[in-house]
């Protein structure tokens, strides 16, 4: 399939026609950031047949739509970004196409002609050298340090640099594909993979399951495969494959209790690929396939909650996902709460309230960050005109995440047990948004009883901004003595080791947290001496405690945290440690210093983020 389709590209190129001044400009619709027409012809099923070539950083592709027209539209519309289109053949003829001038946030909108009775179009592209979704790595940039290394991460709207597609979380699409990539190198999807390299290269692969067009995945790599159990198990190179098995062994005890609150696990396998270090976020929930960033190998199975949280997605985001990004909270509060379930019964109570604390202290910072009264601390968001990209943080996770447990708390467990799991089966592979999800709340949860649902304050929650006055609060116990620890060392400039021996990655970060701004040269290296913390293998606590030392001009941390920055890409840690850098002029500048030599090892996602964050070039 290859080789004919490499053939009919030369004579195609004479068919195409790139939009221009004379040709009609594509609707772009605001609301879905999309230009696509899903809502009167729907795309249905994708054949994708690719070549991924390391050398010229590009996939060349076919993408085989089948669709329903029902409303008999004159043509069907597509999202493409930065992608070269060759030739589009529809039911069998070659048709000519509009590209629409391309946009730097939302790519451009692709027509093709229909008749009444089309049904399949065939697509012939390659990607281009902006695709936000693809990360191109160099040998050099992954562990193992001898072979190229390509991942995606097509959340939120980057799906359209990687295929032609209706990107909206809206519609559901199942897929097959045949992919191409160099001998000895493995291919992953989010869909049913391979467990070994074949000699040929070539892999196929099949997603069953109607998933939105975000919730497509690829990873190209030196990569190999441990089981866990019949059902888990975990991808990474070679180097760190021991290690990250370790590490997530606890998957199917996790599983186990997330099927226990939620019911049956309905993708098949559960496995977790551990991305090279510039991987730009924590995990993604690809089906079948969570990514996750190499951050949380910490050695001590500390930091796996957010395997917990990739988990709970294959419930809350990828069954019943939101129509629109608007409702992202439908997503990431219901998969937050969701986490934390997992966690306390896989690791009690008292551990659990840690996390809840956390996330809340999360919440508390973007609401300063935004001010308390912006509309971004809306459960259910105004992105009318925005990239969703700008528009997310903390809030739809943890207040989603608070407005559902203040939920269970007052209708008790077993009723609220209840009601999410015939919320999953219901709605399962649909999606859904927030009035629907309000509508069946009432039905399921409050039986009706709108008195209830007042006093519960639902709206206030979900159109309202800040954090309403009936939230429950978090209750950390083991904070406690974190608190008074720190206290005594603000005071004394000491504190015992011996205390702290049996402190978890939490404890830390609590502690590092609330410490005064700025601390004394003396105290910050009384903490690094003692508890190693420039060195710090953790990454969550390194960059906490980075972010510390920024504050309190502690420059000895520098050129550890220099390091991290130049091998670290996870969003999460570079955005707060530029920030903080921002906050003085002689920081600035070793930000724009860190920042030019290290963005090429970033997410283009992130180096985007991080070059606005500090107007940098
Ligand atoms: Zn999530």
Excluded at 362 to 387: P, Q, V, W, Y
């Amino acid at each position: 399939m290859r080789i004919q389709f490499l053939l009919v590209l030369g004579v195609s190129i004479f068919m195409a026609c790139q939009s221009t001044s004379k040709t009609p400009p594509i609707p772009f619709n605001k609301y879905t950031s999309s230009y696509s027409n899903f809502d009167s012809v729907t795309c249905t099923k994708l054949d994708w047949t690719a070549k991924v070539d390391f050398e010229k950083k590009q996939i060349t592709a076919t993408a085989v739509w089948h669709f329903k027209n029902t409303t008999q539209a004159p043509n069907i519309r597509l999202d493409a970004y930065d992608l070269t289109i060759h030739k589009v053949v529809v039911n069998g003829r070659e048709v000519k196409f509009f590209l629409s001038q391309f946009n730097e946030e939302y790519g451009s909108g692709l027509s093709i002609p229909l008749s009444s009775d089309d049904s399949i179009v065939s697509i012939d592209y390659t990607t281009g050298s902006k695709a936000k979704a693809l990360q191109w790595l160099n040998p050099e940039q992954t562990a193992g340090k001898v072979k190229p290394y390509l991942f995606t991460q097509c959340e939120s709207i980057q799906a359209r640099s990687l295929v032609p597609c209706q990107d909206v979380p809206a519609i559901r699409i199942t897929y097959k594909a045949d992919v191409q990539v160099p001998k000895g190198m493995l291919a992953l999807m989010s869909a049913k993979n391979p467990i070994e390299k074949n000699p040929s290269g070539n892999y196929q692969f099949e997603m069953e399951l109607p998933v939105p067009s975000y919730l497509i995945a690829l990873a190209v790599g030196d990569i190999e495969y441990k089981a866990i159990d019949a059902r888990s198990g975990v991808y990474t190179e070679p180097v760190l494959l021991e290690k990250a098995a370790n590490e997530l062994s606890d998957i199917p005890q996790m599983m186990q209790a997330a099927e226990s609150i939620c019911g049956p696990y309905r993708w098949g396998k559960y496995d977790v690929l551990v991305a090279p270090p510039s991987f730009p976020i924590g995990g993604m929930e690809n089906p079948r396939l969570t990514f996750s960033t190499p951050t949380i190998i910490a050695g001590d199975k500390s930091l796996v909650s957010l395997i917990a949280h990739e988990m709970a997605h294959s419930w809350s985001g990828n069954l019943v996902t939101n129509s629109n990004w608007k409702d992202i909270w439908l997503n990431e509060g219901y998969t937050t709460y969701f986490e934390r379930r997992i966690m306390e019964k896989v690791s009690g109570k008292s551990y659990n309230d840690m996390l809840w604390e956390l996330g809340y202290q999360d919440m508390l910072s973007d609401f300063e960050t935004f001010g308390i009264n912006h509309a971004d601390t809306k459960l259910c968001l105004d992105l009318n005109g925005r990239n969703p990209e700008n528009a997310f943080s903390n809030i739809p996770y943890e207040k989603g995440a608070i407005f559902l447990k203040t939920l269970e708390e007052n209708c008790g467990r077993t009723k609220f047990d209840k009601y999410l799991n015939e919320y999953f089966n219901s709605y399962a592979f649909q999606s859904m948004n927030t009035e629907l999800a309000l509508k069946f709340m009432d039905q399921k949860l409050f039986d009706g009883d709108t008195l209830f649902r007042n006093k519960l304050k639902v709206r206030e929650w979900i159109y309202g901004p800040g954090l309403p006055d009936n939230f429950v609060p978090t209750n950390p116990s083991r904070f406690i003595a974190v608190d008074s620890l720190r206290i005594s060392f603000e005071k004394t400039g000491i504190i015992s080791s011996v205390e702290l021996k049996n402190w978890t990655t939490h404890e830390w970060l609590h502690f590092l947290r609330k410490l005064v701004r700025p601390q004394s040269l003396s105290s910050m290296t009384y903490l690094d001496q003692n508890f190693n913390l420039s060195k710090s293998q953790n990454s969550e606590i390194a960059a906490e405690w980075f972010k510390l030392s920024i504050a309190s001009n502690y420059a000895i941390a520098y050129p550890e945290m220099e390091k991290f920055l130049s091998k670290v890409g996870r969003k999460k840690f570079l955005e707060p440690l530029y920030g903080e850098m921002k906050k003085s002029k002689e920081n600035s500048e070793m930000a724009q210093r860190i920042f030019a030599a290290s963005k090429k090892n970033y997410h283009p996602l992130t180096a985007i983020k991080i070059s606005k964050l500090l107007n940098a070039k």
